[in-house]
């Protein structure tokens, strides 16, 4: 015998055989597929989620205290929220150059610690002035409204970058998901602090803050199904 041994196994005339009608007509209904553009991605999350914030704040108005408080903690603590919002989406959108996997790790590292920390930073700091209101622990309760507002912001973020990473994760789609909850857990605590005018720690911290945790919870149980690639 000679030849390839495919050859010799399949033989001549089955190498030759022609495809079917069926075939051939599904071959020719084939388009080209656009590949995913992360940094598009990322772009285009980033821009909808600052345009999202920005309606909302001239919709609902500014927290009618804020020229009242630190400017260096309103800006300081404004910038922590935009960089973590912004870290967290970054890594888990923008995967490294020698893969095609989102960083899910630090995209978990970075959104698990923006959920400890909003928490410790609002219940340390949380300055206020004249016309600041104050909950305390007596009526922590009644700050349900803010963590039902805050995670609403935060909501656009996660279907926003699920839409665009779905079916192309293979591996952590779980931490992915709740790394984009923490990125827009961080974009709701943005909100809440231009917004509400509550400035007692418990509600500062573990409602304005705790939008990170529970966005990142009930993203990955919620969001990270659509995200698996199948």
Do not use: N
Request: proline letters at 4%.
């Amino acid at each position: 015998m000679t030849g390839h041994p495919i050859d010799v196994l399949i033989g001549e005339e089955a190498r030759t055989l022609p495809i079917s009608d069926e075939l051939e007509a599904e071959l020719a209904r084939l388009t080209p597929v656009r590949l995913r553009s992360p940094h598009r991605h990322l772009a285009t999350v980033l821009a909808l989620s600052a345009a999202y914030v920005l309606l909302a704040l001239a919709v609902m108005t500014l927290r009618r205290d804020l020229d009242e408080l630190p400017a260096l903690w309103v800006i300081g603590v404004a910038a922590a929220w935009v960089l973590g919002c912004s870290l967290a989406l970054w890594f888990s959108l923008a995967p490294r150059r020698d893969s095609m996997l989102t960083r899910w790790r630090a995209a978990a590292v970075v959104a698990v610690v923006a959920a400890v920390g909003f928490v410790v930073l609002g219940l340390v700091l949380h300055p206020h002035g004249p016309s600041s209101a104050h909950y305390g622990w007596e009526r922590f309760a009644h700050g349900h409204a803010c963590l039902e507002i805050g995670l609403g912001i935060a909501l656009l973020p996660v279907v926003a970058g699920t839409v665009l990473l779905r079916r192309s994760q293979y591996v952590r789609t779980r931490w992915i998901a709740a790394a984009l909850g923490g990125g827009g857990g961080c974009l709701g605590g943005l909100f809440l602090h231009f917004y509400c005018r509550i400035a007692d720690g418990p509600h500062v911290g573990l409602i304005h803050g705790g939008v990170v945790g529970l966005a990142m919870l009930l993203a990955s149980v919620l969001a990270s199904r659509f995200l698996e690639a199948r």
